[in-house]
């Protein structure tokens, strides 16, 4: 019996010597290239408009569920007032067609419903896992607007709360896959150059603002190595 439990003592031990040969690391840096589509006054699909983006990301991870990241990216949004399938009171006979350019920055709080790794840094770690985000952030957005003919020109400055969910993929040992789809409520409702035009006054974060979604593909290279027999660690 003895014997008996000593051979188990011995795989568990040689079970967690292997499953945690490689090391964990602390910080994610990568770029990404995705889709972005105009969510406002004047569009009330989500799919409708898609725009190319990109971004830049850092994430510092806590631990292999828990994960801080930063975002910076640039997109482009597009739509038309005729497009809305709604009216407006001030357009009935008038039309506004405008484009956009954004710069999109964000921190935001990242969890993942299992750990995530190639599981033999962390025990109990997997290659793939869905996972939650949400944020704060600002938008920087300069709008140029056509209207019966005229041309506008308008920039404005929105907080932002991005809400959204995805998956990653553990690629190799210190890459990272992410496929995400956020949507980026603000707190403007100029990002197409035209404020109100339904005639209600926009406020907060929901009420009759302007909003944006993207769907973004990212890679990501593992930096800075956990040291493992430092305090704490």
């Excluded at 964990?24 to 990404?32: F, I, N, P, V």
């Amino acid at each position: 019996m003895k014997q008996f439990v000593s051979l188990i003592c011995l795989w568990l031990i040689a079970s967690i010597g292997m499953a945690q040969e490689e090391p964990e690391y602390r910080l994610e840096l990568g770029a990404g290239v995705g889709l972005m589509a105009y969510e406002g006054d004047f569009n009330g699909n989500l799919l409708k408009g898609l725009r190319p983006a990109g971004t830049l990301a850092a994430k510092y991870k806590m631990n292999p569920r828990m994960a801080w990241a930063l975002n910076l990216g640039y997109g482009s949004l597009k739509g038309s007032s005729t497009r809305a399938g709604t009216w407006f009171p001030d357009m009935t006979e008038h039309t506004a067609d405008f484009s956009t350019s954004l710069v999109d920055m964000s921190v935001r709080y990242e969890y993942n419903f299992w750990p995530f790794g190639t599981g033999r840094e962390y025990l109990g770690a997997r290659r793939l896992t869905p996972f939650v985000a949400i944020g704060l952030g600002l938008t920087f957005a300069n709008a140029r607007l056509t209207q019966d003919g005229e041309q506008s020109k308008s920039s404005t400055v929105a907080g932002q709360l991005p809400i959204g969910i995805g998956v990653k993929y553990k690629l190799a040992t210190r890459w990272n896959l992410a496929v995400e789809w956020m949507m980026h409520f603000t707190g403007g409702d100029k990002l197409d150059g035209v404020k109100d035009p339904y005639g209600i006054e926009s406020s907060g974060m929901f009420k009759n603002t302007d909003c944006y979604s993207a769907l973004t593909v990212t890679i990501t290279y593992d930096l800075w190595e956990r040291c493992r027999t430092c305090h704490k660690e």
